[in-house]
């Protein structure tokens, strides 16, 4: 037990190696437009996320350079969550719902480099087609076979940017404190405002969902249990040094003593 009890920083790539290390076959399923009941292990989208972390280096992708997405929660919006912000660049999640003059300022204050879409939210892209300069590459979140027709010939598929890519990436160190991911708020007075997430918090904050819910995957949720929260915003966790009581921060204890009714 005492080699699990290291002082390390807390940061997405090590949840990865982690889940891949105990947990390759946990399964994964998803719903997409090309595959109704897609089925992988969690094995295969690392393997998949470190192809696309060499797709993104090829593409000129660089440490903090904005990566946007229009998708869904699906296994391959899993592998950018992966790839991205491992690589040391930043997720931008974006809210289809969003009105087009705010979808057209959040991407070009962003300055998203590339854009990654849904097949089914190509209509929404196309409602900002021509006012966003700042992307560079659009790629749509399917394979070849199954691409829109409307975009077949001007597009390019998530498998062919990804095909013939290594399945070896050699992951920087980063600082746990490097941004990892970024969202705009929505119904606000005036423009959407820009609030970038470091990894830690992007680790720990699904990690105490995760352990009361039993939502997110086995990997997470025994890394959260060793889990020495750093974001004082949050109120510091104290590690227990013991397998059986994960370390709780006040707020997830108070949440986890009202009754199941009120939560």
């Known amino acids: 037990m005492h080699g699990l009890m290291m ?12 889940g891949e290390r105990n947990y390759p076959n946990t399964e994964v399923v998803s719903v997409t437009l090309d595959n109704p009941r897609h089925r992988c292990t969690l094995a295969d989208i690392f393997r998949r996320s470190r192809q696309l972390a060499n797709a993104l280096a090829a593409a000129g992708v660089k440490h903090g350079d904005r990566i946007g997405t229009l998708a869904w929660n699906d296994y391959r919006h899993y592998e950018l969550y992966c790839a991205v912000s491992c690589m040391g660049a930043v997720l931008h999640t974006i809210n ?10 959040i991407i070009n204050h962003a300055e998203d480099r590339l854009l990654f879409v849904d097949p089914t939210l190509l209509p929404v892209l196309a409602q900002v087609q021509g006012k966003i300069p700042c992307v560079e ?51 606000t007075t005036g423009n959407p405002k820009a609030c970038s997430t470091a990894i830690v918090p992007r680790c720990c904050t699904p ?17 959260w249990r060793w889990c020495r929260c750093s974001m004082p915003m949050r109120g510091a966790c104290r590690t227990t040094r013991r397998w059986s009581a994960p370390s709780w921060c006040s707020r997830a204890r108070r949440w986890a003593t009202r009754p199941r009714s009120s939560r």
């Open 7 to 18: 002082d390390a920083p807390l940061t997405i790539t090590e949840i990865m190696k982690f």
């Open 96 to 105: 289809p719902r969003l009105f087009p003059e705010q979808l057209e300022y």
């Open 137 to 187: 590459k659009v790629i749509v979140l399917t394979s070849d076979a199954a691409m829109p027709e409307a975009v077949k010939d001007k597009l390019r598929s998530y498998e062919s940017f990804i095909a013939g890519q290594p399945d070896t990436f050699d992951w920087p160190a980063l600082d746990e404190r490097t941004a990892s991911s970024l969202c705009y708020t929505s119904g």
């Open 207 to 223: 990690m105490r969902a995760a352990w009361r819910t039993r939502w997110a995957s086995p990997a997470g949720t025994a890394c």
